[in-house]
């Protein structure tokens, strides 16, 4: 009996063309799979410590990805300032309710700050920064 343990490995990102119809039935593929189609794995942004990550993207660019945040630059249209305020928790998420729970932030979340409600207006898994616009109290409640 082999008492070594088999490496666990993941399957790669695949984005290139389905090899299935809608219908079900089989496209015959014209290519191998291309370095160019792999997509990458998922990293959300949660609330926690500030970290962010570098990571290079095609044409040797780079982007930044958040991790973890503890603050977001909250646009105040009616006083028309822009300020930085700690980020207290995730309130609703409309990519998945379950992110509410985990407190994964995703653009388009409410979140909720030291001044109010805030709804995210950047991406946090690729520009690096954390932007959202404040809602108003009558506005959140329709």
Known sequence: MNSR???TRTMGIWQGR???????????PIRKKRRHEIGREL???????GTVKKYRVRGGNRKMRILTATTIN?????TKL???VKVVTVRENPANPNYVQRNVITKGAILETELGR????SRPGQD???NGVRIDAG???A
Do not use: F, H, I
């Open 5 to 7: 343990v088999p490496a």
């Open 18 to 28: 389905s090899r299935r119809k809608r219908t079900g039935g089989r496209l015959r």
């Open 43 to 49: 990293q959300l942004a949660t609330v926690g410590t």
């Open 74 to 78: 909250v646009y105040d249209p009616s």
């Open 82 to 84: 822009t300020r930085n």
């Open 118 to 121: 805030v709804r995210v207006r």
């Open 128 to 130: 690096g920064v954390l």
């Open 139 to 141: 506005a959140s409640a």
